[in-house]
């Protein structure tokens, strides 16, 4: 069975499951119900008391969604975990449990589009307002942080630009103000980064990514630092608000964790490759990747990621028209806005993923028009390289 002493990469395996207690399924049994029957009224009634554990509804818990969220819980290094039918669930989740009415949530300068538009709901619903901060010294943390700031949510590398901050710095200010920090760590995955062990109180993550890695399924995780706070949660927003996961795709990212640091390693010896090239492009004006020694953030990446991952941005020059032309040009790289997935995917965040971001403020965030994000899959190197090289020589002609 399992045990503490585990390394991360056997409890991707072999976390919260014993092939005992289902008939030696040497894989986790699909719990494809949304309710459970009683043997008695009583029994009813107890697993309503909470006096006796077992399944009453799906929504308020299911034994293959628990597997998940018991590994997951592991895996970021919490007490306990909450999946959810998307990363949004999860942001919208956390965000309800730590605000009310008035209150104030400093975040990262760059963060993800959807996470950006919640934000603006609940600045007009509840005038819960925020800001967007570099937040890249103690000084200019402690300057945004307000008498009603509640919540501090950071990303980390930020999107599209991988720009760094620095967790450890952030939870320790914060904590001096009594303020829960919650990190999106989507980008990094569970394997290159836990933001729990740098202090921070919660970790989401949009699983559609990494953690499924096959891009066949929505879904969202949140860990906290304690049980009984993530249980609260469940019984409360997760029950009441309904932003569940289905069992069967709880069941496709058990079957993904499976191979996450395999996946990651490949993902980060393909980016490392394609950064070499990049590096070789007369075309190409910058390039932004975590694991670069010229990133004037290396140090930081270092101290809190274990490998660079496998996203990279660069720019083109010649602005959106050669942007467009050489991704027009691609033959194997997709063209698509996700990331995380086997195949190799590029999109062009100014008229993508960030094309609702007002033009001055895109271009403060370093989203130029020429910027190009790469989510590197897992194909043999060589190939990808050679498509790349393949569209750049076409972008000359
Ligand atoms: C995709 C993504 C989300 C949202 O997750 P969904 O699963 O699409 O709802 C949140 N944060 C980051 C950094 C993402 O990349």
């Known amino acids: ?30 719990y494809q119900t949304s309710t459970f029957a009683f043997e008695t009224a009583e029994q009813g009634a107890r697993r309503f008391e909470g006096e006796e554990a077992g399944g009453i509804y799906s929504r308020l818990g299911n034994p293959t969604v628990h597997v998940l969220e018991e590994r997951m819980a592991a895996l970021e290094y919490g007490e306990g975990a909450l999946a959810f039918g998307s990363g949004m669930a999860a942001v919208s989740t956390i965000l309800v449990h730590l605000t009310k009415a008035g209150d104030h ?19 007009e619903k509840y005038n819960i307002t925020h800001d967007l901060s570099l937040l890249a010294s103690e000084e200019a943390i402690e300057a945004a942080i307000k008498p009603n700031t509640t919540c501090i949510y950071i990303e980390t590398p930020i999107n599209p630009t991988m720009e760094i901050v620095d967790i450890e710095m952030i939870t320790k200010v914060a904590k001096k103000h009594g ?6 760590n989507t980008f990094s995955s569970p394997y290159l980064q836990n933001p729990l062990q740098l202090g921070a109180d919660f ?19 949140l860990v906290g630092k304690q049980n009984e706070e993530i249980e ?18 709880a069941w496709l990212l058990i079957r993904g964790l499976k191979t996450l640091h395999v996946r990651m390693d490949r993902h980060t010896q393909n980016a490392e490759e394609i950064l070499s090239f990049l590096k070789t492009c007369d075309l190409v004006e910058n390039i932004y990747y975590p694991y670069d020694d010229q990133n004037p953030q290396f140090e930081i990446a270092k101290k809190q990621m274990k490998a660079g991952g496998g996203l990279i941005s660069f720019t083109v020059k010649g602005g959106i ?11 194997l790289i997709k063209i698509a806005v996700s990331l ?13 993923t960030h094309s609702v971001v007002p033009e001055k403020e895109r271009m403060e965030m370093g989203i130029t028009d020429g910027l ?10 060589t190939d990808l390289i050679e498509d790349l090289q393949s569209a750049f020589s076409k972008l000359k002609s």
């Open 105 to 123: 949530i400093l975040c990262t300068r760059g963060i993800y589009g959807c996470t950006f538009g919640l934000l603006n709901i609940l600045k």
């Open 1 to 30: 069975m399992t045990n503490e002493k585990l390394q991360k990469e056997t409890l991707y395996i072999h976390k919260g499951y014993h092939s005992n207690l289902h008939h030696g399924s040497l894989t986790v049994p699909l």
């Open 321 to 331: 028209k050669s942007a467009q032309k050489l991704m027009n040009e691609l033959k």
């Open 203 to 221: 970790v989401l993550h949009s699983a559609t990514k990494y953690i499924n890695g096959h891009g066949d399924v929505i879904a969202g995780i």
């Open 232 to 249: 609260a949660i469940r019984m409360s927003i997760q029950k009441d608000y309904g932003g569940i996961i289905s069992p069967f795709d």
């Open 179 to 184: 303020i829960p920090v919650v990190v999106d």
């Open 340 to 352: 995380g997935d086997a195949e190799t995917l590029i999109q062009h965040p100014a008229t993508m």
């Open 372 to 381: 190009l994000r790469l989510s590197v899959g897992l194909e043999n190197s």
